[in-house]
């Protein structure tokens, strides 16, 4: 599987981006697809994922600020973040786990204050 994040960017505290993951085959066919940051300094960490069976979850820190959603005609994965902070600044990530692990490149969100 194949995965391309698009969609980050400059954006000021309190605004909005929606990302992008494209798979190269059908999502429906993969079991998670999830979105993972990493801050410079930090590990990677888990933002959000959404299951084949459509069980969502979101890390506490962007509950509510952030929606995951899939559209499976377009094999895509996207993450609609709104009322950004300085704090979601990070290189964010689309993984799909199918019983392996597949990464994508990943895509800056840069949040100024």
């Known amino acids: 599987v194949q995965l391309q994040a698009s969609g980050g960017g400059l954006v000021q505290v309190g605004g909005s981006l929606r990302l992008s993951c494209a798979a190269s085959t059908s999502i429906s066919s993969i079991n998670e697809i999830g979105w993972y940051r990493q801050a410079p300094g930090k590990q990677r960490v888990l933002v959000a994922f959404?299951?084949?069976?459509?069980?969502?979850s979101y890390e506490n820190s962007v509950k509510g600020r952030f929606t995951i959603s899939r559209d499976n005609g377009k094999n895509t994965v996207y993450l609609q973040m709104n009322s950004l902070k300085a704090e979601d600044t990070a290189v964010y990530y689309c993984n799909a786990w199918t019983g392996m692990s597949f990464w994508g490149k990943g895509t800056l969100v840069t949040v100024s204050s």
């Open positions: 959404i299951r084949s069976d459509g069980v969502i």
